[in-house]
């Protein structure tokens, strides 16, 4: 998947969209994690899996805090989401481009991921961001499958 400084979601393939209800070109992955009330049944560890969205658009947005989409985006998160709103003012900043996400997914069950978010060079913070399961893990098996399930 890729997003962009706003953590939209610019470009995805079929299985991340498979893997997560926010997953959806054009959507907004923060504001997903936030206000689509399936994401916090979907990431088991979602209360983990917020605190990074938060520290991440941080660091992506750096000190350009005065940019009218983020300030928009900011605005609309604190109005909907206590959530957001204690986050976003811990000020947490957070580059980490490493971490894991447990998902409870409705076909295959329980997935423990791991991710990497990887900064794409010569572009406006663009990140590129694969979740891939450890190789020969139950998780791995479930991917394959889910995968399998998508190209038939």
């Not at 610019?10 to 054009?26: D, E």
């Not at 991440?56 to 928009?72: K, M, N, T, V, Y």
């Not at 900043?93 to 997935?111: F, K």
């Amino acid at each position: 998947m890729v997003l962009n400084r706003y953590m939209d979601v610019l470009a995805v393939n079929r299985l991340a969209i498979a893997l997560s209800p926010g997953n959806q070109p054009g959507t907004n992955a923060v504001r997903s994690a936030f206000l689509d009330p399936r994401m916090r049944s979907h990431y088991l560890n979602w209360g983990e899996m917020t605190i990074r969205a938060v520290a991440g658009l941080r660091a992506l947005i750096g000190p350009d805090g005065s940019d009218p989409r983020i300030i928009e985006l900011v605005n609309e998160l604190s109005a909907d989401s206590e959530t957001f709103r204690r986050l976003w003012a811990r000020h947490d900043v957070s580059p980490r481009g490493t971490g894991a996400s447990e998902i409870d997914h409705p076909q295959v069950g329980r997935l423990e991921l791991r991710y990497e978010r990887l900064l794409l060079a010569g572009t406006d913070s663009q990140l590129l961001v694969v979740h891939h399961a450890d190789p020969g893990s139950p998780s791995a098996q479930k991917l394959a499958h889910l995968a399998h399930t998508l190209s038939a």
